[in-house]
Nanobody
Framework: QVQLVESGGGLVQPGGSLRLSCAAS????????MGWYRQAPGKQRELVAT???????NYADSVKGRFTISRDNAKNTVLLQMNSLKPEDTAVYYC???????????????WGQGTQVTVSS
């Protein structure tokens, strides 16, 4: 099992920046991708950004040009640099890791506990 621990959330003014960090531990051998998702009150959980082992990235249209995801494979850590933050970015941000068993091919997914990001003046 993979355990994920997030940090870096908090309160920031519009236009400000935050950096979220997610550290993975446990059975990390078959991680294929890691990423960030967010959920605001009354809304579905949505993808923010993902990154694969090879470094390919994917971003939600709403954060393109403002957020940058990076991954340190040696340290099993993923970062989300968030710039030019807007009030609509306010949400609980969840770290995710996914992969597949080398023995069975069965996919798996693990989630962190979430960290609150609030953008308000």
């Amino acid at each position: 099992q993979v355990q994920l621990v997030e940090s870096g959330g908090g309160l920031v003014q519009p236009g400000g920046s935050l950096r979220l960090s997610c550290a993975a531990s446990g059975s990390i051998f078959n991680i294929r991708a890691m990423g960030w998702y967010r959920q605001a009150p009354g809304k579905q959980r949505e993808l923010v950004a993902t990154i694969t082992t090879l470094g390919s990235t994917n971003y939600a249209d709403s954060v393109k040009g403002r957020f940058t995801i990076s991954r340190d494979n040696a340290k099993n850590t993923v970062l989300l640099q968030m710039n030019s933050l807007k009030p609509e970015d306010t949400a609980v941000y969840y770290c995710n890791a996914n992969g597949a068993s080398m023995i069975t091919g069965t996919p798996w997914s693990s989630w962190g506990q979430g960290t609150q990001v609030t953008v308000s003046s």
